[in-house]
């Protein structure tokens, strides 16, 4: 399974923009999609997570409220929308696709199989 984020840029504090993240290969094989993200001199950081078929959906708690995530079955691609950015945003954002039988610990880095080569998003303020 390879992964294509896409979206990044520079951006203004306040305003909304959208990722992308275009799945291609066996995705009949992944249960769900997630997006990290990376921050300068932090962890990678679990943002969200969504299933493939019925699109159900878990966020990390500082995501909730202004990320959301979703997918097109369709598309077999994964978006994330983020609202009202703030500075502290700025971060690689990666997606990421796990394997059947890996429900568990989403946020968790290690529970995703498959990396998107990650896009840069810039907020200023």
């Known amino acids: 399974v390879q992964l294509q984020a896409s979206g990044g840029g520079l951006v203004q504090a306040g305003t909304s923009h959208r990722l992308s993240c275009l799945a291609s290969?066996?995705?009949?094989?992944?249960?769900?999609a997630a997006w990290f993200r990376q921050r300068p001199g932090t962890e990678r950081e679990f943002i969200a997570d969504v299933l493939w078929d019925n699109g159900g959906t878990y966020y990390a708690k500082f995501a909730k409220g202004r990320f959301t995530i979703s997918r097109d079955y369709d598309k077999d691609t994964v978006y994330l929308q983020m609202n009202n950015l703030k500075p502290e945003d700025t971060a690689v954002y990666y997606c990421?696709?796990?394997?059947?039988?890996?429900?568990?610990?989403?946020?968790?880095?290690?529970?995703?199989?498959?990396w998107g080569q990650g896009t840069q998003v810039t907020v200023s303020s």
């Open positions: 290969g066996p995705t009949f094989s992944t249960a769900g």
């Open positions: 990421a696709a796990r394997k059947f039988g890996t429900n568990v610990l989403l946020q968790a880095a290690q529970t995703y199989a498959y």
